[in-house]
């Protein structure tokens, strides 16, 4: 699939991508990786984060890291669109509901991957955006080919494309905690919700 279309100019528009973000640190080193090839949307999209508190301090993280991010942009370049998606932590519980004692890692895990992805997929649709990824693959702690093949299963569903890409690779993860210490980002020690932060 082409990552731009020309235009009747000539010039050759870059391709618009939904990016699914758990958190600002997470976004920031991938960020740097598609900014320059996609015209990205960030989807901030985790009903998984139970605490009221904890999540609009990610989501405040977030927007703080953007802001940054855009005003170092060179110039003409679109800036990177926030959107939220809904926070409902009882949708979260409900999906996971029976899997509460499966340890880090596990089908739990699976169940919100998939949960988030299937929202930035059905988001991507909404915008008009005909490929999507996620920050997820950043992590050293989660498996890229489950990330991948939920990916790729959500986005059928709405004919959207999933960007397999292991955003970790080429010291990725090791350039978001240099990012992240930059700006002075909150870095979070779990996953988001209660079950992860025991």
């Not at 901030?44 to 405040?60: G, H, L």
């Not at 800036?79 to 340890?103: H, I, M, N, T």
């Not at 991507?124 to 920050?135: F, H, L, M, Q, R």
């Not at 989660?142 to 397999?164: D, Y």
């Amino acid at each position: 699939m082409s990552e731009g279309n020309n235009d009747n100019s000539g010039n050759t528009a870059k391709q618009r991508l939904l990016l699914h973000s758990c958190c600002g640190p997470c976004s920031s080193a991938v960020l740097e990786r598609l900014a320059p090839r996609y015209d990205v949307t960030l989807f901030f999209c985790n009903p998984n984060i139970t605490d009221r508190e904890e999540y609009e301090k990610r989501k405040a993280t977030q927007l703080q890291f953007l802001r940054a991010f855009n005003a170092d942009l060179p110039e003409g370049a679109n800036p990177v669109e926030f959107l939220e998606g809904r926070w409902d932590p009882e949708a979260y519980l409900s999906a996971v509901k029976g899997l509460e004692q499966e340890p880090e890692r596990g089908a739990r895990c699976d169940v919100c991957f998939r949960l988030r992805l299937a929202e930035s997929a059905a988001m991507a649709a909404v915008i008009g955006a005909p490929v999507y990824t996620t920050t997820l693959s950043v992590s050293p702690h989660k498996q890229f080919p489950v990330l991948c093949q939920f990916g790729r299963e959500e986005g059928a569903a709405f004919g959207i494309t999933f960007l397999e890409e292991d955003f970790k690779k080429k010291d990725g993860y090791k350039r978001s905690i240099e990012l992240s210490k930059i700006h002075n980002l909150y870095r979070q020690n779990f996953c988001g919700c209660e079950f992860s932060r025991r």
